[in-house]
Structures are given as structure tokens and as C-alpha cells.
């Protein structure tokens, strides 16, 4: 069974902005942690944004503060990130991820569940 599902990816020019979205199974939705990640040419992936479920508590890498947004939607057990001012530095392939505790929620190895990915390039 898929638990995550992303979607949304694409290619867009260096200022524009694009929305992803995830659908995830009841039972990864009810993750106390949610987040974004994402990765290049090298081994790891690195975090871009993080959504706790207690009081929608929000984490961002420096690198995208201002300009990316993570948000949730219980009604249809979805997380998206809203990304604006997108610089080419930006592209990547983006995983959605949950965990089911928020302890450390932040890093790839306490992931419970991953996503298949989304490209997004961002051209100069």
C-alpha cells in the first residue's frame, strides 16, 4: 500500500512558483511529523521544511525561509509546500516523509515513511 504520494512537480523559470502536494494513507497521516525533503546529485537528502502536529509547528531550512511555506489539510490527509521565488539552487527531487514520532523529526534516518519523489527544476 502506497503511503505517501507526492505530486506537483515540474519545471519553472528562476522567480516563479510552484505548489506540491501529498496524499498519505490514514495511517501516515496520523504521524506526529511531517516534512519535506529533498536531494541533489550527492547521497543525502536534505530537509527543506517540517510540520509538527501538535500546535502546527513549523521548521525551515535557512536556505528557504520566506519563500517556501509547509501547510496541512486534514480534511484530505494531504501536506503541501507552496514554493515562491524559486532559484535554480532549488532544484532537486522532493520527498514528502512522515514520522511517527517528533522526537529528532527532522533528519532522513527518523523517517517511517517516504514518498517516490517529485522533480522540480528551476531554470536561470
Known amino acids: 500500500q502506497v503511503q505517501l504520494a507526492e505530486s506537483g512537480g515540474g519545471s519553472v523559470q528562476a522567480g516563479g512558483s510552484l505548489r506540491l502536494s501529498c496524499v498519505a494513507s490514514?495511517?501516515?497521516?496520523?504521524?506526529?511529523?511531517m516534512s519535506w525533503f529533498r536531494q541533489t546529485l550527492g547521497p543525502e537528502r536534505e530537509q527543506v521544511a517540517t510540520?509538527?502536529?501538535?500546535?502546527?509547528?513549523?521548521y525551515y531550512a535557512d536556505s528557504v525561509k520566506g519563500r517556501f511555506t509547509i501547510s496541512k489539510d486534514n480534511t484530505k490527509h494531504s501536506l503541501y509546500l507552496d514554493m515562491s521565488s524559486l532559484k535554480p539552487e532549488d532544484t532537486a527531487v522532493y520527498y514528502c516523509a512522515a514520522a511517527r514520532s517528533a522526537y529528532g523529526c527532522r533528519v532522513p534516518r527518523r523517517q517511517d515513511y517516504w514518498g517516490q519523489g517529485t522533480q522540480v527544476t528551476v531554470s536561470s
Open positions: 510540520i509538527l502536529s501538535a500546535g502546527q509547528i513549523t
Open positions: 490514514e495511517h501516515a497521516y496520523r504521524s506526529d511529523c
